[in-house]
């Protein structure tokens, strides 16, 4: 592990990666840290490895409470997960005005999936990447929602389903005079509403994944100084902690609005 304060934060920041060089796929080492940089098939391996991961626990969750569902009365477990979801259903419901049987399951999995990832950022930054250093693996980054790739895969993701049920409920015709005659329906301020249009369509994705990105690397990096402090740290750790779960919480659901919202107003054909 690092020695000093500079080299301790760059290797907690530091992804472990795989990717094609000359003489064939190859990890970064400790020794050659940025062996990926500037490679175009390179890979986070431990954020993949994480969100999939995650993701899987997502639905073994869910599946299990399914299949364990009764009409009766419900255990402890089952109404968790029906308070989850209704949660979900109701923010929906208040916010989607269309007609779309895919809105309310997709801002479930947005939720759950993204507030799993965000939870990781409370596990002591020193506890897994120790562990994994342990066993020779150099580097491990165990929170997905810290780096910027997943966050914007995610959010353009979104970005094509938003262009998709776009063209879908106005047609290429009403999408087009959406982004051409708006906000000043004259043909000569074409131009003009092109980039206004476009620079606000633009902006969904990209201000849907910095904000998620930024808010997670920024707790994750408080978190990695206040491990400098050694035992100074435990009721620094706990406190941001109980803030932390604020914030876990709140982009979770930020994320999933702003999703339903561009869902919606891209199901609204004036």
């Not at 580097?139 to 938003?162: C, E, G, R, W």
Request: one cysteine or more; glycine letters at 8%.
């Amino acid at each position: 592990m690092a020695e000093t304060s500079t080299g301790y934060i760059k290797h907690h920041l530091q992804n472990l990666q795989v990717c094609s060089t000359e003489n064939g796929w190859a990890f970064n080492t400790a020794d050659n840290p940025l062996l990926c940089k500037g490679e175009f098939w390179a890979f986070n391996v431990d954020t993949l490895g994480f969100s999939i991961g995650l993701g899987l626990i997502f639905l073994w969750i869910f599946r299990r409470a399914a299949k364990k569902a009764t009409t009766g009365v419900p255990g402890k477990f089952q109404c968790f997960i029906e308070l989850i979801i209704d949660f979900v259903d109701s923010n929906v419901k208040d916010t989607f005005h269309g007609k779309n049987k895919l809105i309310a399951p997709l801002g479930l999995t947005i939720f759950v999936w993204v507030y799993l990832m965000n939870l990781m950022d409370l596990i002591p930054v020193d506890w897994i990447p120790g562990l994994a250093h342990a066993m020779g693996i150099p580097y491990l980054k165990i929170v997905p929602s810290t780096d910027v790739n997943i966050t914007f895969a995610m959010s353009l993701s979104v970005f094509v389903l938003i262009i998709f049920y776009s063209i879908k409920v106005k047609g290429i015709g009403g999408f087009t005079k959406e982004l051409t005659m708006n906000p000043f329906n004259h043909w000569a301020a074409i131009p003009l509403n092109l980039v206004l249009e476009g620079a606000a369509l633009l902006a969904k994705p990209i201000s849907l994944s910095l904000r998620l990105f930024g808010n997670m690397y920024a707790g994750e990096l408080i978190f990695i100084l206040i491990a400098l402090m050694g035992w100074f740290q435990l009721p620094l750790h706990f406190g941001w902690a109980l803030l932390h779960l604020l914030v876990i919480f709140l982009q979770a659901f930020i994320f999933m609005m702003l999703t339903v919202v561009y869902l919606s107003l891209a199901h609204e054909d004036h």
